[in-house]
């Protein structure tokens, strides 16, 4: 629990410091920053600049989760057609498993899926995978009162998680932390989620990642996962061989494997808020204005799990920048972040990589937790 304490202290600190501080103490480290492009605050280290500060992506915009007014109707209307035609038909006592981080966007998806689709029996489940922010676990037990749904709590043994994330995190991809150690992080959880509606006899499975995390994170250009993907045994995750990182069989079984269930037993996977495409700000407002979070508790930086100052850390020093600045400029490009904010964000983490401020202890204690050391991870702390 005191490592819990200490991280949720950190994140707050750092926080308060990036709002309060960070713009006075930036002008006198800004020469060792690196430069930021003008207009989504991406890193020159990531994307070049031009002579003006402004990045490649900015000067000819090929945002590829940008959608028309006209699809995102289409899309809307096809996934309330899927929705409205499963109420009531699970065979058991459920229509549809929903991931409940506990976050604004889960929160989002099921009051909106209780709001129209009342018919439709949810349960609501939650992976914990042993680094969960005690703020994000403080919002689901203040949380599922309010939305009065059933829910469970998965927790797989923690070795299982730490050995999973000291694999990714000493065999980091291209993406960084982002995309290895999240992205397995997620795919576990997705995994966890079709083994738990296949047993249930549950037709359904309710994602609610954004269109960028579907197109971006699991390659995917639609709001359902193909079928053909579902039907499929899970071998590898984020590109790592199973086989690698589990030398034990029975750790790699927790992997879906749709070999073990009928065809028929296998559910389909939607994510919902690919269709509404809503931007960042008009799902903080929705879900502030249904009383489902506290503005406190809606910040990435203090719901996020712990290991999150540990992966960006070990980005900036491998990568220049971190994994997570990808998605996040991405969003300022589209109009659906604040670039200031985020910006600030960007280069406060680069300069506590550097200098240990806030983090230095975080990153050590996570890394123990891993059975690391800085050297593993080319982290000079």
């Given at each position: 629990m005191q490592g819990t304490a200490q991280s949720i202290r950190a994140a707050s600190m750092f926080e308060l410091y990036v709002r309060t501080v960070w713009p006075l103490h930036r002008r006198f480290v800004k020469q060792r920053l690196s430069k930021r492009c003008a207009k989504c605050a991406a890193s020159a280290a990531m994307i070049s600049l031009d002579v003006n500060g402004i990045c490649a992506l900015c000067q000819k915009p090929t945002s590829n989760t940008s959608a028309s007014p006209s699809q995102v109707a289409q899309e809307t209307t096809a996934v309330a057609e899927i929705l409205r035609?499963?109420?009531?038909?699970?065979?058991?006592?459920?229509?549809?498993?929903?991931?409940?981080?506990?976050?604004?966007?889960?929160?989002?998806?099921?009051?909106?899926?209780?709001?129209?689709?009342?018919?439709?029996?949810?349960?609501?489940?939650?992976?914990?995978?042993?680094?969960?922010?005690?703020?994000?676990?403080?919002?689901?037990?203040?949380?599922?009162?309010?939305?009065?749904?059933?829910?469970?709590?998965?927790?797989?043994?923690?070795?299982?998680?730490?050995?999973?994330?000291r694999y990714c995190l000493t065999h980091l991809n291209k993406e960084g932390g982002y995309g290895t150690v999240d992205f397995s992080d997620g795919e576990f959880m997705l995994d966890s989620a079709r083994?738990?509606?296949?047993?249930?006899?549950?037709?359904?499975?309710?994602?609610?990642?954004?269109?960028?995390?579907?197109?971006?994170?699991?390659?995917?250009?639609?709001?359902?996962?193909?079928?053909?993907?579902e039907l499929c045994d899970r071998v590898d995750t984020a590109g790592l061989s199973l086989a690698d990182i589990f030398p034990d069989e029975i750790d790699r079984k927790r992997w879906w494997q749709a070999s073990r269930h009928p065809p028929e037993a296998v559910a389909r996977l939607l994510f919902p808020l690919y269709a509404w495409n809503l931007e960042e700000s008009e799902i903080k407002n929705q879900v502030t204005a249904w009383g489902l979070l506290r503005k406190t508790a809606q910040s990435p930086i203090v719901t996020n799990h712990r290991l999150i100052p540990l992966l960006g850390v070990v980005d900036v020093h491998q990568l220049g920048y971190s994994s997570f600045e990808i998605e996040l400029c991405r969003m300022v490009r589209e109009g659906k972040a604040d670039r200031r904010e985020w910006q600030r964000v960007f280069e406060l983490l680069e300069h506590s990589a550097k200098t240990g401020l806030f983090v230095r202890t975080l990153v050590l204690d996570s890394l123990a937790e891993l059975g690391l050391t800085p050297a593993d991870v080319r982290v000079p702390f």
């Open positions: 035609a499963h109420q009531g038909q699970g065979q058991g006592a459920y229509d549809a498993l929903v991931a409940y981080s506990g976050g604004k966007d889960s929160s989002y998806l099921i009051r909106r899926i209780q709001t129209e689709f009342s018919g439709l029996r949810l349960l609501a489940f939650t992976m914990d995978n042993g680094f969960m922010s005690p703020v994000a676990k403080e919002n689901i037990e203040e949380l599922l009162p309010k939305l009065g749904v059933d829910h469970l709590f998965i927790r797989p043994r923690r070795e299982f998680y730490v050995s999973l994330f083994e738990l509606a296949a047993e249930r006899r549950i037709p359904l499975i309710l994602c609610g990642y954004s269109r960028y995390q579907v197109q971006n994170g699991l390659r995917l250009h639609g709001f359902e996962s193909p079928r053909e993907r």
